[in-house]
């Protein structure tokens, strides 16, 4: 993930987290197809899959799934309890600046 990703998401975004519910889930996205006609069960191949043994990289154990889940949805509840932050000219007297007034002829010249 690089840098733009992560600032678009925001601090304490993990994308296994995000895209997987539950850690069978992030386990079944690890199992191939021909997993499956090989194996033909489901559980021995997500036990495979845990042990390390099959799967497409490096695979986490449930421990840590559970952590990220938790860590992700604090930070999730954390953004939206966040309060909105004052803008520096709030409470400010901007008559006589015609700049800053909300729908200056002026100002939307300049930004056309």
Avoid: C, W
Wanted: charged share 30%; proline share 4%; aromatic share 8%.
């Amino acid at each position: 993930m690089d840098e733009d990703e992560r600032s678009r998401n925001g601090p304490g975004y993990d994308p296994i987290a995000e895209e997987f519910a539950t850690y069978e889930e992030y386990l079944d996205s690890q199992i191939t197809g021909t997993d499956m006609y090989y194996l033909e069960d489901v559980e021995l191949a997500r036990h495979l899959v845990e042990l390390g043994i099959r799967g497409n990289g490096e695979v986490i154990k449930r421990e840590e799934f559970e952590q990220r889940k938790a860590a992700a949805e604090a930070a999730h509840q954390a953004r939206l309890n966040r309060k909105p932050q004052k803008l520096a000219s709030h409470g400010k007297d901007v008559d006589g600046f015609p700049l800053l007034e909300v729908g200056s002829t002026v100002a939307l010249h300049l930004v056309q």
